[in-house]
């Protein structure tokens, strides 16, 4: 069964701190995104990984950088969060045509 | 550049009915399309694509989908609704060989029974 997993799924933190969002998935798929999701702007696409160490930006890079050393992880990190990077922030794996989602770590920035 | 567009945010039918969520699309060349669905409270489910080929896809739960070259539009459909359908519906765009998707922003499907 096709598995992503994320940690944490729930992250509060205050402004200025930062942030490592984790992503893994079992399937040894090559490429994985990092995803937003804020109301109303439906999912917003931050970064693309298309193997180790080869990570390419989305439409919404800004304050935002990546890090993928092992096929299996993907690792998103906010350096000095602000508190309109509040969302719910999703991973997926490629597998042919299909993402498979994880599910998400909401994070609230005060 | 690519774009989606669903213009319905919200949708609302009675259990039974015939569904239709709209997604209309620009982008220059054959784009690839997808729906994908987000229950309540979940992540979401990879629903079907098209890529090429057939115009008219079929896809899990019932769900079917027609790609229209003419009006840039791929269009979700079903018949019966159930009130289990009841979620967000995303259409996506993939462009070129990026790999990159560009989603619209969502229909909310609420299915009265």
């Known amino acids: 069964d096709m598995k992503v997993t994320q940690m944490p799924r729930y992250l509060i933190k205050r402004m200025g701190e930062n942030v490592l969002l984790e992503c893994g998935q079992d399937m040894s798929h090559e490429t994985m995104y990092w995803y937003r999701q804020d109301p109303g702007l439906g999912l917003q696409l931050i970064y693309i990984?298309?193997?180790?160490?080869?990570?390419s930006e989305g439409d919404i890079p800004k304050g935002y950088r990546v890090s993928r050393k092992k096929r299996e992880h993907f690792s998103l990190i906010l350096d000095s969060a602000k508190t309109n990077q509040t969302s719910v922030y999703f991973c997926a794996s490629r597998q042919g045509y299909e993402q498979y989602f994880g599910p998400g770590t909401r994070l609230t920035v005060l | 550049a690519q774009s989606v567009d669903q213009p319905d945010a919200h949708v609302t039918l009675s259990e039974g009915a015939s569904l239709e969520l709209r997604c209309s699309y620009s982008?220059?060349?054959?784009?690839?399309l997808f729906w994908y669905v987000q229950y309540p409270g979940q992540s979401l489910q990879f629903l079907l694509k098209y890529i090429t080929g057939d115009t008219v896809v079929k896809g899990t739960k019932g769900f079917e989908a027609e790609f229209r070259k003419s009006n840039s539009s791929f269009n979700l459909k079903k018949s019966p609704a159930h009130w289990s359908d009841s979620a967000k519906y995303f259409c996506a765009l993939e462009g070129g060989s990026n790999a990159k998707l560009t989603f619209g922003k969502g229909t909310k499907l609420s299915v009265k029974s």
């Open positions: 982008y220059s060349a054959a784009p690839y």
């Open positions: 990984s298309y193997d180790v160490d080869s990570n």
